[in-house]
């Protein structure tokens, strides 16, 4: 992972901190930091065979493409994930569908996820993620039930988790928080909307809500509410299946995982860590969270918070340990957006150092993203 821009003593030390080596031969030391200011980076790499292990180069931005090269004695990487990143495995069709409990299922494509319950009277189906594909999902339901899609809920409006509900029958109920239907109605105006995912123009909801709506439908019943907090966005809503005992709720954790970059989109930190608490409330046996290869629970809700509780902690110490008047007398400070630059990287790096070693062998792509959701914690605490 690259931090251009980073200077030469905030790359050395963290470096250091990691307790990596360089594998590309150049002596950077907390004592020697000879890279000029705004001209280094940081890059995990695979060194050769004879090497062995993961190692950390830290090379200048002017060898950085040579680096990259397929020429170079290592290629790009980043810690391999550990068995328990994984969970469904995938059928020949590029898909797997499960039953959860009581005519409950899952979808999964390895990166999104779609819930469905049958009723005896239709589908309620929650969700369409273009990269699982409308068709996939026809099928998948298919596979299980002769019923007809009757009922579409959307968890919120981002189209990479509804851009492909344009598949589903246009005379179905579409529901939604009315948050995410007024900016749905805004969103679809632009003519690009999914098309940057696989998606396309969907189907507005029909029916809304503000605080909580319970539909019964059939033999099954799904009860839909609102955060207290600002969850991911406005309008992104719990579905709980009170029979099954099952919570759908999105983007906030990602089991086995960290988090998707920068928290994966959050528009509101404080709302973002206060929503785990809500969701260990429901006591539901499984969690739906939108993303990846497997199902989660409330020890992964508590994993999530446990790590956000130290990248807080880090990104803390980083703001009270960084002086920013030691970066200005680097860079100077007649570009005020370049020392700034250089001091926020230097808050990453700090943060990162301090958090990575715990966590990269605990939650797969921590070594990845952690650096952003350092920013994110350390600009919250901030400015919030």
Known sequence: MLHPSVPARGIAAFALALSVTATTGLAVTASNPELPPNAGGHVAFCPDGAAGGLATAIVPEADMEAAMTEDSVAAPCAVAPGPDAYGAQLGENGYF???I???????TEG???????????????????????GERILSAIAEVTDEPITHVIYSHT???????????PPDAEY??????????????????WGAFVGGGPVPLPTTTFEDSLTLEVGNQVLELSIPSALSHEPGNIFVYAPAQN??????????????FKDLAQAEDVPGYLAVHDEILAFGADTIITGHLSQL?????????????????AAASNALQSTDPNAVGSVTGFANAWLFFDTYLDELTAACEAEVV??????????????GDHCYKIYMSLRID
Do not use: C
């Open 97 to 99: 569908v499960g039953e």
């Open 101 to 107: 409990t009581d005519g409950l299922y899952w979808i």
């Open 111 to 133: 990166v999104y996820q779609v819930m469905f319950l049958t009723t005896g009277e239709g589908v309620i189906v929650v969700d369409a993620p273009p990269n699982i594909g």
């Open 158 to 168: 981002h189209a990479d988790h509804i851009g492909a509900a344009g598949a589903y």
């Open 175 to 192: 529901i939604a928080h009315a948050d995410t239907a007024a900016q749905l109605k805004t969103s679809l105006q632009n003519e690009f």
């Open 246 to 259: 099952v919570l759908l709720h999105i983007d906030i954790v990602f089991p086995g995982w960290s988090p």
């Open 296 to 312: 989660g629970t409330n020890e992964d809700v508590e994993i999530n918070q446990e790590y956000m509780a130290d990248i807080i």
């Open 357 to 370: 070693p715990k966590w990269a062998d605990r939650l797969a792509g921590s070594d990845i993203f952690t």
